[in-house]
Each structure stands twice: as structure tokens, then as C-alpha cells.
């Protein structure tokens, strides 16, 4: 196996679970903070999107899809707390934005020449994932890490157990 076909398989695990999760979620649903503190899946899904996308955008500028106006900000760090339904899109919205995002970031790895995944960008790629080919990975797991709130909400709405 190679190098990007393992990067692949990350964003198909990703996706596979997170998709899971959200079947059976409804628009009031995303607005659920299971325990207090805990982000709600509205800004939970809009920040995967605006990561994903700001991880595409260190490796290729000009590659990833644009956002709505103010997509960025609202699903920022400063605005988790914020709780106004009004300013957060439904389910389909996000999970559209998800699919053009992905298609854009599978899109790139597939044209990324292997040699690149080596590439390092000091100051450019966080430390957690200095070259490429982390950057991509991350990208693909990403979504794993936030995978427990989604389980919270599910349970909370007395939803089934996906897996």
C-alpha cells in the first residue's frame, strides 16, 4: 500500500464514521450541547469543513471550494459558545459543503506527485503535521477526534447505536 492509498483509506474511515453518526439527526438536533461545554454539532460539522478546507488551502492555495460569507468565523474557536440557531446552517447545507470540500481534498491527493508528501513548510504547517503528507493525514482523521459529541447527541435523542 502506498503512502496517498493509506491517506485515502483515512478519509473513507473518517467518513464512514461520521456519516454513520449523522444518520437520523435532524436540523434541531445540531444545535444539541449534550454536557455542558461541549460544542453543539452545527459548529462541530462547520469547523471539520473550515479545517479541512484551511489544511487543503496550506498545501495548494486556490484548491479547496470557497465558504459562505462569514462561514469561517462562525465556526471559529472565539464562537463556540454561541447558541443562536439563526447564524448555523441545516444538515443537507453542511453535508453539502462537506462533499464539495472532500471531492476538492481527495482531488488534490490524487494529483499531489508522491515525492511532494515529503515537503516541509517551517512556519507555514503546524507542528503536528509539518509536511505534506501529515497535513493530508490529519486532514482525514481529523474527523475521528470529534467523533464522541456526536455519539453524546445521539444518545441524549435517544437515537440507535450506528456501530
Sequence with gaps: MTAKELIRKAFGTSEMILGRYMEGLTDPDLMV???PGMNHLAWQIGHLIS???GMVEMIRPGSAPSLPA???D???RKN???DDASKFLSLEAYKTLWKA???AT???LDALPDAELDREEPGKFPPFAPSVGLLMHTAGTHPIMHAGQFVAVRRL???PIAF
Design 51 to 53: 479545517a479541512e478546507r
Design 70 to 72: 462569514g462561514f469561517d
Design 74 to 76: 462562525t465556526h471559529s
Design 33 to 35: 450541547r449534550a454536557v
Design 157 to 159: 435523542r435517544g437515537l
Design 80 to 82: 463556540t459558545g454561541d
Design 101 to 103: 470540500q472532500r471531492q
Design 106 to 108: 481527495l482531488a488534490l
